[in-house]
């Protein structure tokens, strides 16, 4: 289910056509690396990989040591898939054939002492949502308690003693059937402590999302798990800073990005959005992009005038992670399966809060008086008046 016509990855292209030294100054002046900090993995798990057809990359991100405080170190471990088989196949084995390649790669995260796994944005079912079609689709739509994927996931939680975030489609069948993009996240004894529903729906190319679901109605949860305060801001969600910035405010230390975008639409944002969010709130992020070319049984139309068509496009992997001083993890495959291990001291979060002060400094009075109700009514009553052009300065008292 992966192509072979498209680039491996930019990180790739570029370490290949520079010399070490080069290289060097590249991952300094671009990625923020002062040196490589990649992470050892053991030779068993690195032949695994190879056999599973799944790329495996671990990097690290220490902190200063402090007097006061032990370094509080978590390995986060995200998982990017293709389908598995094609999607005329039955449902359960389209959902059977996903879940195995899940259980190889974190059944190697486990062995490579990962905490807390997050996986990509619907990861149990192919991104259907350009069809429009309801059936079989919706049928992929599950308890978040109790569906196929939970169950699953939930084992593999207790097996390994980590966190796993699992972006489903969730059915809420006690309330009317109705259907939401939610992450739920699993603790280590295999319990499901919360979960998030996507708070803002893409209406963008093919991502015909809201016929299907609904706007989140969840807010912006922080879960306190055993190994750090975490956060899910769902895909399209990354557009939008004040999202990422709510969950800055309610605690998080790691904002997980479980992502499905293509090229062609996103991929110049890509290496941009998850980065600056850690940069302005001082957290890591994890940003989580599905692989693969997906073809449909039917054609379906963009409604842009081109012919029908049966492919989404090619969703671009290329996942990776950032700390909070906006230092990153050069991207797994664009076309490969990849689980990339990330060892994070979260001292790093007060560290740079601290040296750059940017959540100290931020002006959140002067933010909520503007977007305040009054102002926003003092604001369509000057446009009635003046135009549309009116200044926000003259909202201000
Ligand atoms: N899944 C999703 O929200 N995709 C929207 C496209 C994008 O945000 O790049």
Redesign the pocket.
């Known amino acids: 289910m992966t192509s072979t016509s498209e680039l491996e990855s930019i990180d790739t292209l570029v370490s290949r056509s520079l010399s070490d030294s080069d290289l060097e100054e590249f991952n300094r002046i671009y990625y923020g690396r002062k040196d490589k900090h990649s992470l050892a993995i053991k030779t068993e798990n690195i032949e695994y990989a190879e056999k599973n057809n799944f790329e495996i990359a671990a990097y690290d991100f220490p902190a200063q040591k402090e007097e006061c405080r032990s370094p509080r170190i978590v390995r986060v471990g995200i998982i990017q898939n293709s389908i598995a088989t094609p999607t005329d196949k039955p449902i359960n084995e389209q959902r059977q054939g996903i879940f195995n390649k899940i259980r190889n790669i974190i059944d190697t995260a486990a062995a490579e002492g990962v905490n807390i796994v997050c996986l990509q944005?619907a990861w149990g079912m192919p991104f259907f949502f350009c069809t429009r079609e309801k059936l079989p689709w919706c049928e992929f739509a599950e308890s978040a308690t109790e569906g196929e994927s939970v169950q699953f996931l939930k084992s593999l939680a207790v097996k390994h003693g980590m966190v796993i975030v699992s972006p489903i489609l969730e059915r809420d069948d006690a309330h009317g059937d109705t259907i939401w993009n939610t992450a739920i996240v699993i603790d280590e004894c295999g319990k499901v402590i919360g979960k998030h529903r996507k708070n803002h729906i893409?209406r963008?190319g093919d991502?015909n999302?809201s016929t299907y679901y609904l706007e989140g109605n969840s807010g912006h949860p922080v879960f306190g798990t055993k190994f750090g305060k975490i956060a899910i801001n769902i895909?399209?969600g990354r557009?939008h800073p004040l999202n990422w910035l709510m969950f800055g405010l309610n605690g998080a230390e790691i904002v997980f990005n479980p992502?499905?975008?293509v090229s062609g639409?996103?991929e110049h944002l890509w290496g941009v959005e998850a980065r600056n969010a850690a940069i302005a709130n001082s957290y890591f992020t994890c940003a989580i992009n599905r692989v693969g070319t997906e073809k449909f049984p039917n054609e379906f139309t963009s409604g842009d005038g081109k012919p029908a068509h049966k492919d989404f496009g090619h969703f671009y992997g290329s996942s990776y992670v950032t700390a909070p001083d906006g230092s990153r993890t050069p991207g797994l495959s664009r076309i490969k399966d990849g689980l990339l291990i990330a060892q994070l001291d979260l001292n790093l979060c007060r560290q740079i809060k601290d040296k750059w002060g940017f959540t100290m400094t931020q002006r959140l009075d002067l933010y909520a008086n503007s977007l305040s109700t009054k102002n926003f009514d003092q604001m369509k009553m000057q446009q009635q008046k003046f135009g549309p052009n009116v200044s926000t300065r003259n909202m201000l008292p």
């Open positions: 944005e893409p963008v991502f999302e895909c399209y557009h992502s499905a975008t639409l996103s």
